[in-house]
């Protein structure tokens, strides 16, 4: 599964908007089970609490969603089925950045290291 910790936005192409409307967002993402939404898009989902969590909030301006701040310790799986209850775009038309690096990434190249960053992180010491 490869759980890491990790903090990004997540960003449509360009860091432009992620798009799609807010509420039909939050009617995907109430369909994953175990996910809390709140009206404020606000959100946390704890598929295995303490190792598969993520929280985040929607962000969302002229009637489309801007972009949406992700962080938690959680899997691969966990996180392309959230991104992809977010919005209905291509996952690889979206870009992350990481913080704090400051780091952006297309999202293909950000999962396809998300088992190279899990097995890098392993065995560091927590210093949050």
């Given at each position: 599964m490869n759980p890491h910790a990790f903090h990004v936005y997540l960003y449509g192409p360009d860091r432009g908007p992620i798009g799609g409307r807010f509420e039909q967002a939050q009617q995907r993402m109430e369909q994953l089970p175990g996910l809390f939404f709140e009206l404020d898009g606000s959100f946390a989902w704890m598929r295995q609490p303490g190792s598969d969590e993520i929280y985040g909030i929607l962000y969302d301006a002229a009637g489309e969603i801007q972009y949406c701040d992700l962080h938690g310790n959680c899997s691969r799986d966990t996180l392309t089925q959230l991104c992809a209850a977010i919005t209905t775009r291509s996952l690889s038309g979206l870009e992350v950045l990481l913080l704090p690096e400051q780091d952006l990434q297309?999202?293909?190249?950000?999962?396809?290291?998300?088992?190279?960053?899990?097995?890098?992180?392993?065995?560091k010491p927590d210093h949050g």
């Open positions: 297309d999202f293909e190249c950000f999962a396809n290291h998300w088992n190279e960053t899990a097995a890098n992180s392993r065995g």
